[in-house]
């Protein structure tokens, strides 16, 4: 896909009063090595946000942050949290301000410090927090996800400072959130008791992918989410299994066969009521699937309808969890109970509440042989779609076709940053760009996670650029 003529009305290459486009690559460029070093750093502390792990790292994480941006030049730099609802503090958010100068708009530019667990490192070729160059990537936990973004933030903004000096009037806000990997559990609250603090008209939120190596996107549409459980009771308490088996089937064999109506025969979501769309513009081979999910030879892909829309537009159902006991410590029992955990991604247009009664009502609707179904709703999070028609959308794709010297694509993601909704819901007016640094073999929240360094290079530019223009534009 090409970015629309009415939303970027300089081809890639034309310039544009106000930003010297040579001034700042070349200032990019000679900040670059800097800017990995500095990742690198970042990439050492690991600052993870769940209950479980020491929270010591974390709050090096955000010193770490907070000692960067004062060195960009921003003085007002915040360390803050706000309490979950059992009391217990968040994760430490790093707030910096520099304020707009009259008639000039804000842009609120945000990240997050904090990362998912290393997991098993016998799967990393590498020490999961040294961050090691290999191939023009960067590997490391957090090297892409998303402490690139923080760091894609504070050089394009050193760049664009550099460039234009006294010229550059636009309202800059950084905000570097510190438990997102865990769920962002004080968001809401953080939004609302920062509200002004955090007002600003574009907001960029730098945590999404790229269409691929050498080809930027501006991420259009996110999935919704929402997840709960599904618990089958057959018994009363567990019975020998050679005694009564046979009259009447195990509670995991009874869960299992209940799991097995959330798909039709193709794989597509059973489930009555979702909303469902085929109407992407852009779409992926199966080749380029395959290779990007590392699909085994041999298994078929599941739907009906293009990948991509397979991917975005159209709901995607999971089990991610199953308790049952592990097989070294099984017995000859008939189990009175089993539970699974679901995971279902919503299509932009879904209510989440709507969806979450479709499942409930599936799943009592085709309790097997009679078995009680107790249904537990979990967490969820709304769908979001960019209004590519607007002046910072047209602005982020032009500066994203002029950094990678390709026209940018509008794509959506599978995935979910159910955050962005409250970000919509305190602020209705602003304009939200979901940007990012990660490609599709950047493994997020796997082993051997890592960054690109060219893109990672363009994506700085094509920030800098973005800020540049915005600047340059009236867009009150």
């Given at each position: 896909?090409?970015?629309?003529p009415a939303a970027?009305?300089q081809e890639?290459g034309?310039?544009v ?10 200032a990019v ?6 800017t990995?070093?500095h990742l690198?750093?970042l990439?050492s502390?690991?600052g ?5 792990f020491?929270p010591a ?7 770490a942050?907070?000692?960067l ?5 921003i003085?007002d730099?915040r360390i803050?949290?706000?309490n ?14 520099r ?9 609120l530019l945000?990240a997050?410090h ?6 098993d490192?016998a799967l990393?070729?590498s020490?999961?927090?040294t961050a090691?160059?290999r ?5 490391g936990?957090?090297a892409?996800?998303?402490?690139a ?7 394009a ?5 550099q460039?234009?000096?006294d010229?550059?009037?636009?309202g ?5 959130e510190?438990?997102e990997e ?5 968001f ?6 920062h509200r002004?603090?955090l007002?600003?008209?574009v ?5 999404s992918?790229n269409w691929?190596?050498g080809?930027?996107?501006?991420t259009t549409s996110l999935?919704g989410l929402i ?7 057959v018994?009363?308490?567990a019975v020998h299994?050679?005694?009564?088996g046979g009259p009447?089937l ?7 066969r209940l799991?097995?109506?959330?798909h ?7 489930v009555?009521?979702l ?14 699937y ?11 892909l599941a739907g ?8 975005w537009?159209?709901?995607a159902?999971s089990i991610?969890?199953f308790?049952a006991p592990?097989v070294d410590?099984?017995s000859?029992?008939?189990?009175p109970r089993?539970?699974a955990?679901?995971s279902?991604r ?7 509440s709507?969806?979450?009664?479709a ?5 009592e609707r085709n309790?097997?042989f ?23 959308a047209g602005?982020?794709?032009?500066a994203l ?10 794509m959506g ?5 159910p955050?962005i909704?409250d970000?919509t ?8 760009l979901?940007t990012?640094?990660e490609?599709?073999d950047s493994r ?7 960054l ?6 363009n994506?700085v530019?094509?920030e ?10 009236d867009?009150?």
């Open positions: 896909m090409t970015p629309s970027t009305p890639i034309d310039p009063a106000g930003v010297d486009s040579d001034a700042l690559r070349s460029s000679a900040s670059f090595d800097s990995v070093a690198k750093d990439v502390v690991p993870i946000a769940w209950p479980s020491d790292p974390l709050d090096r994480s955000a010193e942050v907070a000692a941006v004062r060195n960009a030049g003085a730099v803050l949290r706000c979950k609802e059992d009391g217990t503090p968040g994760g430490p958010a790093v707030v910096a301000r304020e707009a100068a009259e008639g000039k708009p804000t842009i945000y997050h904090d990362v998912q667990p290393p997991g490192e990393w070729d020490e999961p927090f090691v160059e191939g023009g990537r960067l590997y936990r957090g892409a996800d998303d402490k973004g923080i760091m894609a933030h504070i050089a903004y050193g760049a664009v400072t460039v234009l000096g010229d550059f009037g636009l800059v806000t950084l905000f570097f510190g438990e865990a769920g962002s559990p004080t809401r609250t953080f939004l609302e008791t002004e603090l007002r600003a008209d907001i960029v939120v730098a945590d992918s691929k190596v080809v930027p996107a501006l999935r997840d709960g459980t599904v618990e089958v009771q018994l009363d308490h299994s050679g005694m009564f009447v195990d509670a995991p064999t009874l869960l299992s799991i097995a109506t959330l039709d025969a193709e794989g597509n979501v059973a009555a009521g909303v469902s769309r085929d109407d992407v513009d852009v779409d992926l081979t199966e080749a380029e395959r290779a990007d999910a590392s699909v085994l030879d041999g298994v078929q009906s309808g293009t990948i991509a829309s397979r991917l537009t159209k709901p159902l991610i969890g308790d592990a410590v099984a000859n029992t008939l189990l089993a539970r955990k679901f279902l919503l299509a932009p247009g879904q209510v989440p709507e969806a979450m009664e499942v409930r009502k599936h799943v309790a097997p009679g078995a009680k179904v107790v249904f537990t709703p979990g967490e969820s999070g709304n769908a979001f779609q960019t209004d590519t028609s607007s002046a910072a602005f982020a794709l032009w076709g002029e950094a990678w010297g390709v026209p940018a694509v509008e993601i599978g995935g979910s940053i955050f909704s970000l819901d305190v602020y209705p007016a602003v304009q939200i979901v990012g640094v490609d599709p997020a929240h796997s082993a051997n996670e890592s690109h360094l060219e893109d990672f290079r994506a530019l094509a800098a650029l973005l800020l540049a223009r915005l600047n340059a534009e867009m009150r």
